[in-house]
């Protein structure tokens, strides 16, 4: 498991999550945990580490 922060592509305010890094790469949905807007979640994890990351509106 990994803290990741990022900025909301609705209200622009740094947030957290934690990714897990067990799993090479995931798509979901997460709501902002600021303006609770649903927020598209892809990610892509090698070698312990985040390669790709993409947080956007849906």
Aim: charged letters at 30%; one cysteine or more; a negative charge.
């Amino acid at each position: 498991m990994m803290e990741h922060f990022f900025t909301c592509p609705y209200c622009g305010e740094r947030i957290s999550m934690v990714l897990d890094t067990s799993v090479r790469g995931q798509t979901y949905v997460e709501d902002c945990e600021v303006c609770c807007q649903p927020i598209e979640v892809r990610y892509v994890i090698k070698a312990d580490e985040v390669r790709q990351f993409e947080a956007r509106t849906m």
